[in-house]
Every structure is written in structure tokens, then in C-alpha cells.
């Protein structure tokens, strides 16, 4: 109960500090919008090669970008509050490291939330076809990816200590992703040898995995190396993000 006390306040303060700022929240909120009214009309011309009935059905992966690279920036934030001694100044409370990665992890994750809802309520509007089941399913991939996105973030911000230093090593490592994993359109479009490739990008099964919950194609493998890379994916970030909290202590 301590644990999950000392993450509410920091997730509490957290928000607060996000609220201030309405900027934040209102980029927050437009950029789901942005990906589905710019991106959609882009692959209209492929829908029937597809055997889809519109655009909008390539909803789930716009949902996993979301979660990757949005998660991927939470720790500019952290830099910044580093540098202020925020950071310090929690350090030397007895409160539990995970409890300091895991409030901020929160955040991330009920701003990724609310950035979900509005995408595949917008994909409803638009046209998109899913089952809830599968909806939720696929929001709940995203969700735990984008958690370990938040995670990773923090624990390479407050290793790096610049902003200078994370942000191209955040650009190199999303590059990659966004090619790879088949989020923008699906690896068999490609050659052989490149999906071959993809096959070692995790993030390409939670794609797969989102993909197939939203047309209601509930595989058992497919399903199985989704979550488990999601799974995978979340303990190892946090994992991290709470050994560099530690290490800054000692």
C-alpha cells in the first residue's frame, strides 16, 4: 500500500504540473486528430489491395504509434526537473525508486489513454469497423507498450542528462521502429529479406497482434507473441528506469 501511495503522489504532482500548462494538453489531444484526418487519406488508394473498406482501418496502427513514440519523448520532462533538483530533492525521501518511475510512468499512460479514446472514436466516426472486444484488447496493448515507452524514456533521461545527447539517440532508435514494425503500412509490402528482418523488431508482433484484434481475428499465436512482447517489453523498461533511479541514490 505504501508502494502504490508514494506513485499517486508523484503521479498527482505530475498531473498538476501537466495542467498548468494547457499547451500540453491541448498538443496532447490534436495530435491523435492529426495522425487520423493527415494520415488516413494517404492510404485510400490502398485499401482494396488490403481487402479493406476504407482507410480508416489501419486505426490500430496509428494506436501503437501513439503509444511508442509519444511515450518516447515523456522523458524531456524528466531533464528538465533533473536539472531544477526536483529529482534530487525526491531522492533523498524514503519513498520507494520504483514509486518515483512508476508515478511518472502514470501520467504518461492516462495521457496516452485519453489520446487512444479520441483516435479510435474518431476511426467510429470515420467509418472503422472493430469489435469492442478487440478494441480494447488493442487499447491495451498500447497502454502497456506505451508504458514501457514512458519507462525507457525516463531511464535514458536521466542517464543522458541533455537534451542534446537524447534527442538524436530518441530519433535513432524510433527510425527503425516506424520502418520495421509495420505501423505505418504492413511488412508484406516489402521484400523478402526486409520482413525477414522485421521479424527481430518486437514491436512488429503488438502491431500484428492490434491488427488482428480490431478486425476480430482473435489467432492464438498471434495473440500470445503480442502480449508477451508487450509484457516483455514493460518489465525490462521498468526494470531499468528503477536500477538508474537507484544508482543516481547510491
Not at 31 to 48: C, G, K, S
Not at 122 to 132: K, N, Q, R, T, V
Request: proline residues 5%; hydrophobic residues 55%.
Amino acid at each position: 500500500m505504501t508502494f502504490f501511495r508514494e506513485s499517486f503522489i508523484i503521479f498527482r504532482r505530475q498531473l498538476r504540473t501537466n495542467l498548468r500548462n494547457p499547451a500540453w494538453v491541448l498538443i496532447g489531444i490534436m495530435q491523435p486528430v492529426l495522425y487520423l484526418l493527415l494520415f488516413a487519406p494517404l492510404l485510400t488508394p490502398l485499401t482494396e489491395q488490403f481487402g479493406a473498406t476504407n482507410a480508416y482501418t489501419f486505426v490500430p496502427g496509428l494506436l501503437v504509434q501513439l503509444g511508442i513514440f509519444g511515450a518516447l519523448f515523456a522523458g524531456f520532462g524528466l531533464i528538465a526537473e533533473w536539472r531544477e533538483g526536483v529529482v534530487e530533492a525526491e531522492r533523498v525521501t524514503p519513498a520507494n525508486r520504483t514509486a518515483l518511475l512508476f508515478g511518472r510512468v502514470l501520467r504518461d499512460v492516462l495521457q496516452l489513454l485519453v489520446q487512444a479514446l479520441i483516435l479510435v472514436g474518431l476511426g467510429y466516426a470515420m467509418g472503422m469497423e472493430a469489435p469492442i472486444q478487440g478494441v480494447a484488447l488493442g487499447i491495451g496493448l498500447t497502454l502497456l507498450t506505451g508504458a514501457a515507452g514512458a519507462a525507457a524514456s525516463n531511464a535514458l533521461a536521466l542517464t543522458a542528462k541533455s537534451e542534446e545527447v537524447m534527442a538524436p539517440l530518441t530519433n535513432m532508435l524510433m527510425m527503425p521502429i516506424m520502418l520495421l514494425s509495420g505501423i505505418l503500412l504492413p511488412m508484406t509490402l516489402g521484400p523478402a529479406w526486409l520482413e525477414r528482418v522485421s521479424d527481430f523488431i518486437p514491436f512488429r508482433y503488438i502491431v500484428d497482434t492490434a491488427r488482428s484484434a480490431f478486425a476480430g481475428t482473435f489467432v492464438a499465436s498471434t495473440m500470445l507473441w503480442g502480449i508477451l512482447w508487450a509484457v516483455v517489453l514493460f518489465v525490462l523498461a521498468v526494470w531499468w528506469g528503477t536500477r538508474v533511479f537507484r544508482k543516481e541514490n547510491a
